[in-house]
């Protein structure tokens, strides 16, 4: 099984906080997601970046990496786990395998085995796909974590775990808040029921602030400055947005009702869409002799506002 440097995929540091770690998360998945990358291997890419954030956005799990990290593995390196898993104790096999909780690995597909070891199969811990249940409680019953797309919170739609060996259908209902539980009959150990909280998977296009749903959008500086229509994903499908000219960074427009749903507990939430300004790479002499002609006719008088 080979180490994998978390910090070395996102492009961070090890010192990075948590604000710099989501920022190079969001950049990094908005590069390579399948849907709009042309880049080789763009998919592998968005699995790994992914994979990383999962690891280092938890602060157990990422106390746990750093700890293994700071036995001088590199990138690749061949390691063997101790029996069970890393931070396993003694004893025998977990009371439950919760192999596929996480709906098919969430937003990045399936995890490494790395990450598996590290943090799939420890009793009590925050795997990929939900933390392993703990076991079979005095009441019978079996509880464990379900993180769910927000796309299956948007919809309503169902997700497919894998329960001791078995496939089950979830039916997520739709608009289900984090903290809510999903009851299956007869499901858990020794025939008792399984209850599953509900908790969002983490997304690379959004976040989630209450009912509303939060996306940071790349614009051109021209976009800004003059206007423009662009395309912008929502869980429900792209929508057209219209960027007011004269925008700065940092503006929020909203997209009304393009939130998660709110069913019987109230209105249905936003879309916020966050403007990013980013400047794109000159590739060839046209246009730098551009960038060269907004220089001239921008001086500085644009840091004065």
């Keep these: 099984m080979e180490f994998k440097d978390y910090y070395g995929i996102l492009g961070v540091e090890p010192s990075a906080g948590d604000a710099e770690i989501k920022t190079a998360y969001r950049r990094l998945a908005r590069k390579f997601h399948p849907d709009v990358s042309k880049e080789p291997g763009a998919e592998e890419k968005f699995k790994a970046v992914n994979e990383a954030f999962e690891a280092l956005r938890d602060p157990a799990k990422r106390k746990a990496y750093d700890q293994l990290r700071a036995g001088g593995y590199r990138p690749g390196e061949e390691i063997r786990p101790p029996p069970g898993g890393f931070g396993r104790g003694p004893g025998g096999q977990p009371d439950f395998d919760f192999d596929e909780i996480f709906a098919g690995g969430g937003a990045g597909g399936g995890f490494s085995d790395f990450f598996e070891s590290m943090f799939g199969r420890q009793r009590g811990a ?180």
Aim: glycine share 16%; no cysteine; charged share 25%.
């Design 126 to 305: 925050g795997g990929p796909r939900g933390p392993q249940a703990q076991g079979r409680a005095a009441d019978g019953v079996t509880r464990a974590k379900l993180a769910v797309p927000l796309e299956s919170v948007y919809n309503g739609a169902g997700v497919r775990i894998s329960v001791n060996g078995r496939t089950l259908e979830v039916r997520v209902p739709k608009g289900v808040r984090p903290g809510q539980s999903i009851r299956l009959a007869r499901q858990g150990n020794g025939g008792g029921d399984l209850l599953l909280e509900i908790e969002y998977a983490a997304h690379p296009q959004f976040e989630v602030d209450g009912r509303n749903v939060i996306h940071v959008l790349p614009v051109a500086p021209w976009e800004a400055a003059l206007g423009a229509t662009i395309s912008v994903p929502t869980l429900g499908g792209p929508v057209e947005l219209k960027i007011p000219a004269d925008s700065e960074a940092g503006r929020k427009l909203r997209l009304r009702g393009r939130g998660l749903p709110g069913g019987a507990q109230g209105a249905d939430g936003d879309q916020i869409v966050e403007l990013e300004i980013l400047a794109p790479k000159a590739h060839d002499g046209a246009q730098r002799e551009a960038y060269a002609r907004m220089r001239d006719a921008f001086g500085d008088d644009w840091r004065r506002g």
